[in-house]
């Protein structure tokens, strides 16, 4: 019988198990150093939070894998011996395997900062880094975050949810402004500093500075050279593959796993799912590694028909993604860059009270609908991925905006007010048709 090990049980890891199982007989093996059981890494800070315990974030019974034929192993490997097809784990054991699929997942940056690896320095990834924060958030009176990406702002809600003071340090001019437009990025700005977080914008971390016992006393600001006292430290300043293990084997590796469309490495019944994996060559306007859960899900379906006799390519279909910032929700379908390219206009609203806006990119000439940014207005995916395939214009977009709202029913809307803000910009003449609670998200 054919075995599969898969290193690695997050989102992509464990999709790709379940999927295999559906589809085949083959013997499965899933193995991981950081749990014993899957669980939801989205919903880490929920559990700081006291909103739930940990265990109501793995989404299956332990007996769901004994069920399934899903055989789990606890462990940390160490070295894939691709010639003789096994792999040594850090305890001295070996596994065999016929396919194996590397889903190692990311782990949080560092970039050599004296003091990185103090006690009380951490990311906000693993669930080890849980723990650590459990642990040194106990009599912690002031926390620095170094890092201006969506863990940062994740940590900042964690830290302040227990009164926790937080000094948050952004390298950029404003939050997140590599990817969010300049609106988006100021709404957010505010909406940090509205809870108490002491947000600072173009402030470089220098060094962490320890006490007697080796934990963190102080942060050094590079700019002003400010000692900050604290006692815990988030590195948040994004992830990176978590590929080390590696580093002198036969399978080619850049910033990550090499792979082709078809998410196989450079050494055959060899594959890479997930955040570790490195597509060859970009996939549309994607990056190359895609740290996100929904492609991570993705790719391990994608995989599973391959191992399962059926090769099949990697297709993610339009760019969509959601985030929360505190309590505004975001969501983004297609492209709308931090600075228009040549070809496109945009349409910006935001609402008076500036925590809700809408930012629609489309070609200038043709007015193809490009792309959306929504804060705080839930939007349907189906009716945005159909708008794309579809090539429809903004003004469409425009006239079915009840149609994409995916709010709560009694919650307030705003499509009028919005399709008439474009109707003054744009000279138009439109109206934000009624509701039809029918689908029109296909062309007959």
Same mark, same amino acid.
């Given at each position: 019988?054919?075995?599969? +090990? #898969?290193? &690695?049980? $997050?989102?992509? @890891? %464990?999709?790709? *198990?379940?999927?295999? !199982?559906?589809?085949?007989?083959?013997?499965?093996?899933?193995?991981?150093?950081?749990?014993?059981?899957?669980?939801?890494?989205?919903?880490?800070?929920?559990?700081?939070?006291?909103?739930?315990?940990?265990?109501?974030?793995?989404?299956?019974?332990?007996?769901?894998?004994?069920?399934?034929?899903?055989?789990?192993?606890?462990?940390?490997?160490?070295?894939?011996?691709?010639?003789?097809?096994?792999?040594?784990?850090?305890?001295?054991?070996?596994?065999?395997?016929?396919?194996?699929?590397?889903?190692?997942?990311?782990?949080?940056?560092?970039?050599?900062?004296?003091?990185?690896?103090?006690?009380?320095?951490?990311?906000?990834?693993?669930?080890?880094?849980?723990?650590?924060?459990?642990?040194?958030?106990?009599?912690?009176?002031?926390? +620095? #975050?170094? &890092?201006? $990406?969506?863990? @940062? %702002?994740?940590? *900042?809600?964690?830290? !302040?949810?227990?009164?926790?003071?937080?000094?948050?340090?952004?390298?950029?001019?404003?939050?997140?402004?590599?990817?969010?437009?300049?609106?988006?990025?100021?709404?957010?700005?505010?909406?940090?500093?509205?809870?108490?977080?002491?947000?600072?914008?173009?402030?470089?971390?220098?060094?962490?500075?320890?006490?007697?016992?080796?934990?963190?006393?102080?942060?050094?600001?590079?700019?002003?050279?400010?000692?900050?006292?604290?006692?815990?430290?988030?590195?948040?300043?994004?992830?990176?593959?978590?590929?080390?293990?590696?580093?002198?084997?036969?399978?080619?590796?850049?910033?990550?796993?090499?792979?082709?469309?078809?998410?196989?490495?450079?050494?055959?019944?060899?594959?890479?799912?997930?955040?570790?994996?490195?597509?060859?060559?970009?996939?549309?306007?994607?990056?190359?590694?895609?740290? %996100?859960?929904?492609?991570?899900?993705?790719?391990?379906?994608?995989?599973?028909?391959?191992?399962?006799?059926?090769?099949?390519?990697?297709?993610?279909?339009?760019?969509?993604?959601?985030a929360k910032f505190f309590d505004i929700e975001y969501q983004t379908y297609g492209w709308?860059?931090?600075?228009?390219?040549?070809?496109?206009?945009?349409?910006?609203?935001?609402?008076?009270?500036?925590?809700?806006?809408?930012?629609?990119?489309?070609?200038?000439?043709?007015?193809?609908?490009?792309?959306?940014?929504?804060?705080?207005?839930?939007?349907?995916?189906?009716?945005?991925?159909?708008?794309?395939?579809?090539?429809?214009?903004?003004?469409?977009?425009?006239?079915?905006?009840?149609?994409?709202?995916?709010?709560?029913?009694?919650?307030?809307?705003?499509?009028?007010?919005?399709?008439?803000?474009?109707?003054?910009?744009?000279?138009?003449?439109?109206?934000?048709?009624?509701?039809?609670?029918?689908?029109?998200?296909?062309?007959?």
């Amino acid at each position: 019988m054919e075995h599969v +090990v #898969i290193i &690695g049980n $997050g989102i992509s @890891g %464990v999709t790709l *198990a379940r999927h295999v !199982r559906k589809l085949s007989d083959k013997r499965i093996t899933i193995i991981s150093s950081e749990t014993e059981y899957f669980f939801s890494r989205t919903a880490l800070m929920y559990v700081f939070m006291g909103h739930m315990p940990f265990e109501n974030t793995q989404p299956y019974e332990k007996g769901f894998w004994k069920k399934n034929r899903i055989e789990l192993v606890k462990g940390l490997v160490k070295k894939v011996k691709s010639v003789s097809k096994e792999l040594l784990l850090s305890d001295g054991s070996t596994i065999a395997y016929d396919k194996l699929v590397l889903a190692t997942g990311s782990k949080s940056n560092k970039f050599g900062w004296s003091g990185q690896d103090l006690d009380g320095v951490m990311g906000m990834y693993h669930k080890q880094d849980l723990e650590n924060l459990e642990k040194y958030a106990v009599n912690c009176k002031r926390a +620095v #975050i170094v &890092g201006g $990406g969506l863990i @940062g %702002v994740e940590m *900042a809600e964690m830290l !302040r949810s227990r009164d926790i003071e937080v000094t948050f340090l952004v390298r950029e001019k404003s939050f997140w402004n590599s990817v969010l437009p300049d609106g988006e990025s100021q709404l957010i700005n505010r909406h940090i500093k509205e809870h108490h977080v002491d947000l600072r914008l173009g402030t470089n971390l220098k060094e962490i500075v320890s006490d007697e016992n080796g934990r963190v006393k102080t942060v050094i600001i590079q700019e002003t050279e400010e000692e900050i006292p604290c006692q815990v430290v988030g590195l948040t300043a994004g992830v990176s593959p978590n590929i080390d293990f590696l580093k002198g084997s036969e399978i080619e590796i850049g910033r990550g796993i090499k792979v082709n469309r078809y998410l196989e490495t450079s050494v055959k019944d060899i594959y890479a799912i997930g955040d570790c994996a490195e597509q060859r060559e970009a996939i549309d306007q994607r990056r190359p590694i895609e740290a %996100v859960w929904y492609t991570g899900r993705m790719m391990g379906e994608t995989l599973a028909q391959t191992i399962c006799g059926n090769p099949t390519e990697y297709k993610p279909g339009h760019w969509f993604n959601s985030a929360k910032f505190f309590d505004i929700e975001y969501q983004t379908y297609g492209w709308v860059w931090s600075q228009p390219k040549e070809n496109e206009s945009r349409f910006y609203w935001e609402h008076a009270d500036g925590k809700i806006c809408i930012h629609i990119s489309y070609d200038k000439d043709t007015k193809e609908f490009i792309g959306i940014n929504t804060f705080g207005i839930r939007m349907r995916h189906e009716f945005f991925d159909s708008v794309l395939n579809n090539k429809e214009t903004v003004d469409y977009v425009m006239e079915h905006l009840k149609d994409a709202n995916f709010d709560p029913e009694f919650y307030k809307t705003y499509e009028d007010e919005i399709v008439a803000r474009f109707n003054q910009e744009n000279g138009t003449n439109l109206s934000a048709k009624k509701k039809s609670w029918t689908r029109i998200f296909t062309k007959n």
